[in-house]
């Protein structure tokens, strides 16, 4: 059992540190001045978000806080 605690630590610790270091890469949502009278759903990446870097990052970051909250559950029922 210890063995297997042992394991889900680690892929906690990988979960928790790509977590950061994603959430760090995001850009910030603020459009400024710029996208408050253009717009940002106008433009090409408002409307391909999903397709760009930005989506990319965002659905990554959905998938690791799941599976940060699930390892902490986890890790904290007693064993």
């Known amino acids: 059992m210890d063995i ?3 394991i889900v ?6 979960i ?3 977590l950061t ?6 850009e910030g949502k603020q459009a400024g001045l710029t996208g408050a009278i253009s717009g940002a759903a106008d ?3 408002g409307k391909n978000k999903g397709r760009s ?3 990319t990052l965002e659905k990554t ?3 690791l806080a799941i599976g940060f909250i699930v390892l902490s559950i986890v890790l ?3 064993w």
């Open 21 to 26: 270091v994603i959430v760090l890469m995001q």
């Open 9 to 14: 630590t680690i892929i906690y610790i990988i």
């Open 16 to 18: 928790c540190v790509a």
């Open 53 to 55: 870097m930005e989506g």
């Open 61 to 63: 970051t959905k998938f």
């Open 76 to 78: 904290n029922l007693s």
């Open 4 to 6: 297997l605690r042992t």
């Open 43 to 45: 433009t090409y990446w």
